[in-house]
Nanobody
Framework: QIQLVDSGGGSVQAGGSLRLSCAPS????????LAWFRQAPGKEREGLAG????????YYADSVKGRFTISQDNDKNTLYLQMNSLKPEDTAMYYC???????????????????WGQGTQVTVSS
């Protein structure tokens, strides 16, 4: 069982930056999959970036590659999503997700993740 707490969302102008944080807790195994998703109103949940917690290479969706960076701070046990050059179309609820069943090395659909944060809203104005 993993508990995830998302934070860091807010409202920014186009071209601005935000950094989202996710604090996993409650799981003793050091190796599992973490990812960031987002969901805009009326749209499906979209995978953005992911990694395996043992230092595996991060992977990204084409829509955010070069603008977003996923990283983890093992000392603080925190996952981050640094978002730069934000666009109005990035407006959505953002979620941290975890999977303990598999160590994903590429983006997977939302159904392949078992644990979810509560979400944090990102709004980008033009």
């Amino acid at each position: 069982q993993i508990q995830l707490v998302d934070s860091g969302g807010g409202s920014v102008q186009a071209g601005g930056s935000l950094r989202l944080s996710c604090a996993p807790s409650g799981y003793t195994n050091s190796r599992y999959s973490l990812a960031w998703f987002r969901q805009a109103p009326g749209k499906e949940r979209e995978g953005l970036a992911g990694l395996v917690t043992d230092g595996g290479r991060p992977y990204y969706a084409d829509s955010v590659k070069g603008r977003f960076t996923i990283s983890q701070d093992n000392d603080k046990n925190t996952l981050y999503l640094q978002m730069n050059s934000l666009k109005p179309e990035d407006t959505a609820m953002y979620y941290c997700a975890a999977s303990t069943r598999y160590l994903w090395i590429k983006l997977r659909p939302a159904s392949d993740y078992d644990y979810w944060g509560q979400g944090t809203q990102v709004t980008v104005s033009s």
